[in-house]
């Protein structure tokens, strides 16, 4: 007789057959030990170009994954065929560590965060001098958005040909930038491309900028070896058009360095940034916040950044520069 409630014990425990003869699910996943290092190059359409050894491969994200996602420049680890043969899929299985997320949101009152990047370390800000018009709050908030990224920041002026670069690099010396002008001849005959790979060696750097800068003109030029589409600027609307649709990352000839070229952006909205992160990128004020009210903006009466400006701790061109950057989250592009 089958025995039931407290009386039960481990013989009454009924079994049910497994009708389709497979195992048993269960929680445990193997640890894929044996799996290959890869760095993902682009994706497109769930399928994810990665670099592994001295060859490419095709690979989706595995099951096991579940929500996490994988953008370009990961470090992940991949099993299955790593032959990269034509018609071969092989599984990401392990997204390691980030050294460096680089974010944005579509505005500002957006709160769902599109990561750009992982594992960057520079950041180039690429900005026509004109064809399109410069656009000094788009370039503030990428400074931003590095700042909070730790990644180090590179201003390209493009263009240079068609009007002179001297008023932009006043407005961005405060703030200590090292940038790189060039003109549409330079990058015809290369030495514009070698003054900024001069500053791409050994680094990951992702380049930025809105559409019709000549971003991609840019990075064709620093790897000629693979061309993208390029585009023109609209006359009407003064805007580029969207040629590059995917990011990409390209290794630089004869260095170790990386160029990730990105779509154009139209905006770069910053309701991702904690205001209070910007200041780690200001290592001469930082020590003056000690003295500062709770939740102090760094932009009120008392704040204790002016006493320490005031005592010669800092340069004033680098407490405007702070308060500058602060505003600009909460400013919008086109203010």
Known sequence: MRRYGKHTDEDDVRVRPNRKGNRPRTNIRPKHEDAAEGFVLTIDRGRLTVLVEDRTITAMKARELGRKGVVVGDRV???????GDKDTLARIVRVEERTSVLRRTADDDDP???????????????????????????IDRCLVAAFDAG?????????????????????????????????????????????????????????????????????NALVPDHQRATGRVNAVTGRGRHTTT??????????????????????????????????????????????????????????ALDQWVADGHAEPARLYSLRRLLATRERREGD
Not at 77 to 83: E, N, R, T, W
Not at 112 to 138: K, M, S
Not at 189 to 217: Q, Y
Not at 274 to 281: E, K, T
Request: charge should be negative.
């Open 151 to 219: 990644l180090e920041p590179l201003l390209v002026l493009t263009k240079s040909d068609l009007a002179p670069a001297e008023e932009m690099l006043k407005t961005y010396e405060p703030l200590g930038i090292p940038f790189v002008v060039t003109s549409r001849d330079e990058l015809a005959d290369g030495d514009a491309a070698d003054r900024v790979r001069e500053r791409l060696t050994d680094r990951i750097t992702v380049f930025v900028g809105h559409s019709g800068v000549g971003k991609t003109t840019l990075v």
């Open 112 to 138: 769902y965060e599109r990561v750009v990047v992982a594992n960057a370390d520079q950041l180039a800000i690429v900005t026509a001098l004109a064809d399109p018009e410069p656009r000094p709050r788009l």
């Open 77 to 83: 680890a991949v099993v299955g065929d790593l032959s």
């Open 246 to 303: 995917s990011a990409l990352a390209l290794p630089l000839p004869d260095t170790k360095g990386w160029a990730i070229d990105t779509p154009g952006v139209r905006s770069f909205g910053l309701h991702h940034v904690d205001p209070a992160r910007v200041i780690h990128a200001f290592p001469d004020l930082e020590p003056g916040t000690e003295g500062c009210p709770r939740a102090c903006s760094h932009d009120e009466p008392d704040c």
